[in-house]
Nanobody, 115 residues
Framework: QVQLRESGGRLVQAGGSLRLSCAASGRIFEINNMGWYRQPPGKLRELVAEITSGGNTNYADSVQGRTTISRDNSKNTLYLQMNSLKSEDTAVYYC?????????WGQGTQVTVSS
């Protein structure tokens, strides 16, 4: 089992920045891809960014250029740095980890961007 716990979500003004963290615990060895999804109010969950164990990254077009995903394997933590936030970034943000084909999810953290 893998446990993931997000933190860092808060209310922020448009144009601001924040960093989300996702701490992994449990059977964290052999976690391959990790990433962030988000679910805006009334919408489906969507991919924000993902990173492989080797550090390759992929971003949604909507956040490309103003978002950075990173992972610190020594701290077992995944990060999402978001800049130039927009009202449409308002969502619950979930981190996930893929370990040997099984997906694990955190409980989510709320990000609200006020215009």
């Amino acid at each position: 089992q893998v446990q993931l716990r997000e933190s860092g979500g808060r209310l922020v003004q448009a144009g601001g920045s924040l960093r989300l963290s996702c701490a992994a615990s449990g059977r964290i060895f052999e976690i391959n891809n990790m990433g962030w999804y988000r679910q805006p109010p009334g919408k489906l969950r969507e991919l924000v960014a993902e990173i492989t164990s080797g550090g390759n990254t992929n971003y949604a077009d909507s956040v490309q250029g103003r978002t950075t995903i990173s992972r610190d394997n020594s701290k077992n933590t995944l990060y999402l740095q978001m800049n130039s936030l927009k009202s449409e970034d308002t969502a619950v943000y979930y981190c996930y980890g893929n370990r040997m084909g099984s997906l694990y999810w955190g409980q989510g953290t709320q990000v609200t961007v006020s215009s």
